[in-house]
C-alpha cells in the first residue's frame, strides 16, 4: 500500500509494541561477532533490520530464522567464527543508517575489498567522520563523489580516534564493535559534548551482554577506553520493547480516548523513554505498569523539548504540540534534517498542510497550538519517510475532515505492522492504490 485515505477517529485500545530495532542492530551484531551460535528472540522484523542480517553474511556468518517464543515475532539462530571475514564482495545496507555505520568499521578491518550499497537518502548521507579516520590510517576507500557505494579496503589498527560530538553517535558505535577485536588497545576521544549519548550507552550495555569490556572514564561520555583482543561471546537473548515506536501510541492515546501499550519497560536505556516525561510537562495523563503504560485522551499544553537525546519521537511529538495550548519550542533538532529525509521541514510542511501552525527553524520548530484540532483535508505526503507516516495517522484523529497519505508504505522500514496495529485500535483507514 502506498497510498491511503485516513479518517478522523479516536484511538482506544492495547497495542503490543515492536521489540526495540536500535537494539535489536546491535544485539544481532554482537551475536554475529561471536563465536558459536546465539539465538536472538522477539526480533520484529523490518526492512532495517533485514539490511543487517545482509551485512552479517556479506562477513562470513550465518543468520537463520528459526521460531519464535513469542506470537508474532521472530527469533535468529546466529552463528559467527570470531571475527568478520569477507564472504561475498558487496554489502546491501538498504536504507538503514545504523547499518552501514556500524558496519563500516568491520568492514576496514578484512584486509580485503568490500563495497556497500545502499539506497534511498542513505546513498548521500554523510560518512566524513570515518574517512578521516581511514585516511589517518592509510585505509584505502573509494566512493561516488562522497555518496554510496563505498568500498574499503584495509586493515584497521588499535589507536586513539578522535570524533567531534556533535556527529551521529551511530559513528561512535560503529567503531566499539570493532576496536575490541583488535590487538591492540584503543582510546576513543569525543572533543565536544556528545549528542544522543543513551545510543552509546546502548551500544555498551549490549557488548557488556556479549563478554566485551568497555570503559567510559568518568562516565563523561568524552574519552572510551577500549582494550584489544577480546571476543564476543555466544548467547541466547530477548530483545526489549522499542519507546520510539512506543511514542506514537503514547501520543495516539493522549489525542484520542486511551491506548495501552504492552511489552515496555522503563528499566531501559534508550533515550525515548524520554516521551514520557516530556508528555507528562504537558500534562498528558499517564498510567505506568510493570511492562505497560496507559495513555488517556485530554487537554494538553506547550513546552521546550530538548531532541538532542531523543531524535526519533520529535516527528510524533510535534503533532501532540500542534493541538496543546500555548507555543512549544523543539531545540537542539538539527540532526533530523539528515535522517531519511528533512524531518524538520517535512513535519513543518505536512502538518500545516493540515491546519496546524508550525515555523521551521534552523535547529528546530516553533508550534503555535490549536487546541481546538486541525482542518484536515487535502493531500499529505510522507516523504518516504517512516516516522512521518507514522506520525501523520496519529494526527488524523485531531482532524476535521480526512485526508490523503502519499508514501503509507515507507511504514515498513522499521513498523511493517503498524497499519494492522492502527486499525486495531480504531484507526480508519481506505487504501486507494
Known amino acids: 500500500m502506498d497510498k491511503v485515505k485516513i479518517f478522523p477517529s479516536k484511538l482506544q485500545g492495547s497495542v503490543q509494541v515492536p521489540s526495540s530495532k536500535s537494539m535489536g542492530h546491535r544485539e544481532i551484531i554482537c551475536a554475529g561477532l561471536a563465536a558459536g551460535t546465539s539465538i536472538v528472540d522477539n526480533i520484529s522484523m523490518s526492512k532495517d533490520i533485514e539490511a543487517t542480517m545482509r551485512c552479517l553474511k556479506a562477513m562470513g556468518v550465518a543468520v537463520d530464522e528459526i521460531p519464535s517464543m513469542i506470537p508474532g515475532r521472530t527469533a535468529l539462530q546466529i552463528t559467527g567464527t570470531g571475527h568478520p571475514v569477507a564472504s561475498e564482495d558487496f554489502a546491501d545496507c538498504g536504507e538503514s543508517g545504523s547499518t552501514l555505520r556500524f558496519f563500516l568499521p ?12 545502499g539506497h534511498g537518502k542513505l546513498v548521500s548521507r554523510p560518512l566524513q567522520a570515518y574517512y578521516d579516520i581511514f585516511d589517518k590510517q592509510f585505509i584505502q576507500y573509494f566512493n561516488d563523489n562522497g555518496n554510496l557505494p563505498v568500498t574499503v579496503n584495509g586493515r584497521l589498527q588499535a589507536g586513539t580516534f578522535s570524533l567531534p560530538g556533535d556527529v551521529s ?41 556479549y563478554g566485551i569490556k568497555i570503559i567510559n572514564e568518568n ?28 511514542a506514537f501510541w503514547t501520543v495516539g492515546g493522549a489525542l484520542g480516548e486511551a491506548v495501552t501499550c504492552t511489552g515496555i519497560s522503563e528499566d531501559t536505556l534508550q533515550g525515548d523513554k524520554a516521551v514520557l516525561e516530556i508528555m507528562e510537562r504537558m500534562s498528558a495523563a499517564i498510567t505506568r505498569g510493570e511492562n505497560s503504560v496507559v495513555v488517556s485522551g485530554g487537554a494538553t499544553k506547550a513546552t521546550v523539548i530538548d531532541a538532542s537525546n531523543c ?100 511504514v515498513s522500514k522499521s513498523y511493517p505492522t503498524f497499519w494492522e496495529d492502527y486499525q486495531s485500535v480504531g484507526g480508519k483507514v481506505e487504501v486507494l492504490a
Open 106 to 117: 568491520l568492514g576496514a578491518m578484512l584486509g580485503c575489498p568490500l563495497t556497500f550499497v
Open 311 to 410: 531524535p526519533d519521537i520529535i516527528p510524533v511529538l510535534s503533532v501532540l504540540a500542534a493541538v496543546s495550548k500555548g507555543t512549544t519550542k523543539i531545540i537542539n533538532a538539527g540532526r533530523l534534517r539528515i535522517k531519511e529525509c528533512d524531518r524538520l521541514a517535512a513535519m513543518t510542511s505536512e502538518l500545516n498542510k493540515l491546519g496546524a501552525k508550525i515555523t521551521e527553524e534552523a535547529e528546530g520548530m516553533t508550534i503555535e497550538g490549536c487546541p481546538e484540532g486541525l482542518s484536515g483535508g487535502g493531500e499529505v505526503d510522507a516523504w518516504n519517510d517512516h516516522r512521518i507516516a507514522m506520525s501523520l495517522a496519529i494526527a488524523a484523529q485531531v482532524c476535521k475532515e480526512p485526508f490523503v497519505l502519499n508514501g503509507a508504505g515507507s
Open 169 to 209: 553517535s551511530q559513528f561512535v558505535s560503529g567503531l566499539l564493535f570493532a576496536l575490541p577485536l583488535l590487538k591492540g588497545d584503543s582510546v576513543i576521544e569525543i572533543i565536544s559534548p556528545l549528542e544522543s549519548s543513551a545510543y552509546v550507552d546502548m551500544t555498551i550495555s549490549c557488548l557488556a551482554k
Open 219 to 246: 562516565n563523561a561520555h568524552r574519552r572510551y577506553i577500549v582494550p584489544g583482543n577480546q571476543h564476543y561471546q555466544a548467547l541466547n537473548s530477548h530483545v526489549e520493547g522499542d519507546w520510539s515506536q512506543t
